[in-house]
């Protein structure tokens, strides 16, 4: 009873500060002032979880651009950018601007960073660089990626107020919740984790990366073990109970297409074993060099475990999947998310791929690394 009461709980928490954000909305203020130079315009960008941006445009007043930021582009974002000028698509010109701040000797990188309500920069320019030639992505109205080679316009200022606390945990820890420190096993690495979370307990910063990073975590104990350690009003914030819906949800079983027949199939169609769900795409690399590991897997383990892949390619790239199963005589099943591969990424919390999942029967699921001995020799315990 007390697990699900603990659950209702933070579900009732959920809704009333949704509601409490519909019915009593508020704009968050955020100003900066940039001494040495007067641009002619100035946008803030906020980039939520899926990186999906909101624009606004600064008014300028009393030597500040000043912005507003509704709470319904403030609770989802995960950081914020500043442009001079919006993308010249026709003449293929980019802009950006970059913040740099020195605070006892340690130079801190800002050109992504946090806003708490009335946050204020004071900034003096440094300079400006052109650079050609450069390879600028860009999303279209229709949410296609594309990218081509623009000229950049970068204008450099240096922040010399005290930076507030979020945005030098930010600075110094970009790649909290990532374990990309090949040096430091993955225990080691989520030892730190938590000792960062209780240090931060009460961090945006820090509960936003982890929600951003859930499949990184071999298994949900493991991020159930960071994610307590947290204050309940971070734990109730937006990314916190992204967070709990996460690890109290069992892995969710998408229709996609069949790559055989082009028809609607579950990702998982046999539940009575374990299942390797395997992320990959004809693009991609590593997945590539991954393909004979996984066929030793197949080989071996093909009587007690379920293997299939879920192609990442979209429209103008998965017939080049089906030429690769084909080529490399793929004996488990393929599924393609190429009708909506963002609804996929957004499902199984993807950022990257390779990336393998291990669901059992009971719906509960693990990550997985099989170019890692230690999760090879899991496998191979089933």
């Known amino acids: ?15 009333l500060l949704m509601n409490w954000q519909v019915l009593f909305p508020q704009d968050r203020k955020f100003s900066i002032q940039l001494d040495g ?3 002619d315009s100035l946008y803030l960008i906020a980039w939520d979880h899926d990186f999906q941006k ?26 914020y950018t500043l442009q001079p000028k919006l993308l010249d ?28 309500d009335n946050q204020f920069f004071n900034a003096k320019y440094r300079g400006e660089t052109v650079e050609d030639s450069v390879r600028v ?20 200022f240096t922040v010399y107020n005290e930076i507030d606390r979020e945005n030098y945990l930010r600075s110094k820890l970009l790649s909290y919740s990532w374990f990309y420190d090949e040096s430091k096993s993955y225990e080691e690495q989520l030892q730190e984790h938590r000792q960062l979370a209780s240090e931060n307990p009460d961090s945006r910063f820090l509960i936003s990366t982890i929600a951003g990073n859930v499949i990184r975590y071999k298994t949900k104990e493991d991020l ?30 998408l229709y996609l297409i069949d790559g055989k027949n082009e028809s609607e199939a579950p990702v998982i169609v046999n539940r009575s074993k374990p299942n390797l769900v395997i992320f990959s795409a004809s693009w991609c690399k590593p997945c590539m060099e991954e393909v004979p590991v996984l066929k030793k897997i197949h080989a071996d383990l093909q009587d007690k475990l379920e293997m299939v ?18 080529k490399e005589n793929i004996e488990w099943r393929s599924v393609l998310g190429y009708k909506d591969v963002k609804k996929v990424e957004k499902t199984y919390h993807l950022n990257g791929i390779p990336q393998c999942v ?19 020799e899991k496998l191979y315990l089933l």
Do not use: C, H
């Open 309 to 326: 892949y879920v192609s990442m390619d979209d429209e103008r790239t998965v017939a080049n999947w089906k030429v690769f199963m084909e």
């Open 137 to 156: 992505r860009y999303t279209m109205n229709n949410g296609r990626d594309t990218s081509f080679f623009a000229t950049t316009i970068d204008y450099q």
């Open 37 to 39: 130079i007067r641009l």
């Open 358 to 376: 291990l669901v059992y029967p009971d719906g509960k699921f693990e990550n997985m690394d099989v170019r890692k001995k230690e999760d090879l």
């Open 89 to 116: 698509f026709k003449n293929k010109i980019a802009y950006a601007l970059d913040l740099y701040s020195v605070q006892n000797n340690d130079t801190l990188y800002l050109s992504q960073f946090l806003i708490e």
């Open 224 to 253: 159930q073990s960071v994610y307590e350690l947290f204050t309940d009003s971070i734990k109730n914030s937006f990314f916190g109970l992204s967070i709990r819906k996460y690890l109290e949800s069992p892995f969710e079983n």
């Open 54 to 79: 909101t624009i606004i445009k600064g008014n300028f007043s009393d030597d500040r651009y000043n912005f507003r930021i509704p709470d319904s582009t403030y609770f989802p974002a995960r950081f």
């Open 1 to 15: 009873m007390k697990r699900i009461f603990s659950i209702k709980t933070v579900i009732l928490a959920g809704i």
